[in-house]
């Protein structure tokens, strides 16, 4: 679907969110896919669905704040109105992050505020954690960090790995990320002064989704 809002999707890897994305009928027009990483099968994903696709490869730069300000110029050159993270596993400068402020999200597999970092699904079986989840959250400069709009969540299975409970996390990210994309395309969600706002009113925590 073609829409006035223009949104533009940084990746690192297979790109399964993206293609949740490409395959949902969102109210939005994804005008470009960013990879920091020669391989990802993301970038064939976008190339298949006739999506313009860059290549920007941070091994090339010697710092952070370098690669962020290019990575920014080429951004800006689709007049983004939303910047989507999908798997994009780079830490982002304080600039970059200000620069997108309101229009900056991200999707991590655990139920935000608890496990932030890497190896979520590991963390949260070592913990004998009962459930599990993934949240859709306004980015801010803390790693993980800002205001989480919108969260899967659903119980650890007895019988669950790392494996399945990580295939069974990603499935309802597929739901959950279109879903809050589409309602911040419709001017459903925005965040002001750093607070998130659904349908005009202040959240005072996520909408929570339940799965089993
Ligand atoms: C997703 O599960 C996403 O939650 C996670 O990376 C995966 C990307 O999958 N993101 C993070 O861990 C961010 N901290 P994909 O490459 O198949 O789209």
């Given amino acids: 679907m073609s829409t006035n809002y223009r949104i533009v999707v940084l990746l690192s890897g297979s790109g399964t969110t993206l293609q949740s994305m490409i395959d ?18 993301g970038l064939a994903r976008a190339e298949e669905a006739s999506i313009p696709t860059h290549l920007l490869d941070h091994t090339l730069y010697s710092s952070r704040e370098a690669f ?36 900056l999200i991200n999707i991590h597999p655990s139920l935000l505020p608890n496990y932030k970092g890497m190896h979520t699904h590991q ?30 969540r659903l119980p650890v299975l007895p019988s669950d790995t790392v494996e399945s409970l990580e295939l069974r996390i990603k499935t309802k990210e597929h739901l959950i990320y279109p879903t809050a994309i589409t309602w911040l395309a419709e001017g459903r969600i925005e965040l002001k002064d750093n607070e998130v706002y659904m349908d005009g009113k202040k959240m005072t925590g996520p909408v929570v989704m339940d799965y089993m």
């Fill in 123 to 152: 963390r949260v079986m070592d913990e004998g954690e009962p459930l599990h989840g993934s949240s859709v959250h306004f980015v801010n400069s803390e790693l993980d960090g800002g205001p989480v709009v919108l969260q899967a």
């Fill in 68 to 103: 962020d300000f290019d990575l920014q110029g080429l951004i800006d050159q689709y007049q983004a109105d939303l910047v989507v993270l999908a798997g994009f596993m780079r830490i982002l400068s304080d600039g970059f992050v200000n620069h997108y402020s309101g229009r």
């Fill in 24 to 41: 949902t009928e969102l109210p939005a027009n994804i005008c470009a896919v960013i990879s920091n990483k020669p391989n990802a099968m």
